[in-house]
């Protein structure tokens, strides 16, 4: 199994490390195994959707949009879509809603419950939004549900943690490169996953592995630039990805074994891949 076999996958990790590609690569990668694919974001991005565009086929793309999420869930805590659309076509009301503290998180995490239940058989890839944010998003139900205690509220905040966010219902990706800096803001999110969630990724993909140069290669292409000048910027690149490379061993040897998760590593290519290419260095690199 490529990824976490839960029925709904969170991917996360920092801005720029390639999340939204991962996620795309991982529905890709249940589609063409038989499976039922949906590939969820949120309505202010778009990268997995971009991803997902050149190998469409099999896999559901929904977009969580904060409105129409919003409809959905008043009207399941009334009972009548009807009242909801009322409630929504006041503006005042509206956006007194929109302005409540961590409603947009409850409300999407709502509408992936309600998602679950329309299609029991598939499996839910989630492009979360970057790092620390992810974090807010996972834990908003349960800090509600507590301030809420009872009520419809309460009662959706508990059925969300109930049925969407139990380590057996739901698995987390976390994405990283491997870059010093996006390394240890890594590490800190998982760290932050054990301690306010009581979370542990299920995988961790590091993403764009620069190859290193070897002593070899390096001698060589200092002999070379020392024949012929014109070979001096290969000598000097060279020499640039061998520090690049020196970097990312130090980074990899920090996120070896971070929170007991499995490490995938994927190379730095020379194009972006497309969700199947991924998922292949994926499964290779797993």
Not at 90 to 116: F, T
Not at 117 to 141: K, M, N
């Amino acid at each position: 199994m490529l990824g976490p076999s839960q029925p709904v996958v969170f991917v996360t990790g920092k801005g720029g490390v390639g999340k939204s590609s991962v996620a795309a690569a991982l529905a890709r990668a249940e589609a063409d195994r038989g499976g039922r694919a949906i590939l969820v974001e949120m309505e202010e991005a778009s990268g997995a959707t971009r991803a997902i565009s050149a190998e469409p086929d099999g896999v559901r793309v929904v977009i969580v949009e904060y409105l129409e999420a919003l409809a959905r869930t008043i009207a399941e805590m009334l009972g009548s879509g009807l009242l909801a659309k009322v409630i929504l076509k006041q503006r005042a009301l509206r956006k007194i809603v929109q302005a409540v503290p961590a409603v947009r998180e409850i409300v999407a995490l709502d509408r992936l419950r309600l998602l679950r239940a329309e299609a029991p058989s598939a499996r839910v890839f989630v492009d979360l939004p970057a790092t620390g944010h992810a974090i807010d998003w996972l834990r908003v139900p349960l800090v509600a549900e507590r301030f809420l205690r009872v009520g419809p509220a309460a009662r959706m905040c508990r059925a969300i943690q109930d049925e969407l966010l139990p380590a057996a219902r739901s698995g987390i990706v976390v994405v990283s490169t491997a870059e010093p800096v996006v390394a240890a803001e890594t590490r800190e999110l998982v760290g932050r996953l054990g301690s306010e969630l009581g979370r542990v990724p299920d995988l961790l993909v590091v993403n764009r592995v620069p190859r290193r140069p070897t002593a070899e290669e390096l001698s060589s292409a200092r002999a070379l630039a020392g024949r012929d000048a014109r070979l001096a910027p290969l000598a000097d690149a060279l020499a640039q990805d061998a520090e690049l490379g020196a970097d990312a061993v130090d980074a990899l040897a920090s996120l070896a074994g971070l929170g007991g998760a499995r490490v995938a590593r994927v190379p730095e290519l020379f194009r972006d891949p497309s969700p199947r290419e991924l998922a292949r260095h994926l499964e290779v690199g797993a």
